[in-house]
């Protein structure tokens, strides 16, 4: 049964800094890309962050770029984002996600997800 695990998320003031992790099971998690992505109340599912199978190459959002940092851990099947100073539009629930495609940024090509974590950034 293939599962993500979503945690880390919570009340953050603007220009904090937090850390989601995200724990696969029940795949070969080094055979998937990774992302997160991230849905705002009444707006679409977007993406944040992108890592390769091996951890070489990430892709970032506009909105994050140099803010934002994805990381895996292939032996304990972990995927992680540490975002840095955070501000009121980061607020949202943010997704785990495993596509064996490649680094892609639509949803749809995406096989597998969390139920998600919320952030919100208050000031």
């Known amino acids: 049964q293939v599962q993500l695990v979503e945690s880390g998320g919570g009340l953050v003031q603007v220009g904090g800094s937090l850390t989601l992790s995200c724990a696969a099971s029940?795949?070969?998690?080094?055979?998937?890309?990774m992302g997160w992505f991230r849905q705002a109340p009444g707006k679409e599912r977007e993406f944040v962050a992108g890592?390769?199978?091996?951890?070489?190459?990430?892709v970032y959002g506009d909105s994050v770029q140099g803010r934002f940092t994805i990381s895996r851990d292939n032996a304990r099947n972990t995927v992680s984002l540490q975002m840095n100073s955070l501000n009121a539009e980061d607020t949202a629930v943010y997704f785990c996600?495993?596509?064996?495609?490649?680094?892609?940024?639509?949803?749809?090509?995406?096989?597998?997800w969390g139920q998600g974590t919320q952030v919100t950034v208050s000031s």
């Open positions: 996600a495993a596509n064996r495609l490649g680094m892609v940024r639509s949803t749809s090509q995406y096989n597998y």
């Open positions: 029940g795949f070969t998690f080094s055979n998937y890309i």
């Open positions: 890592i390769s199978r091996n951890e070489v190459t990430t």
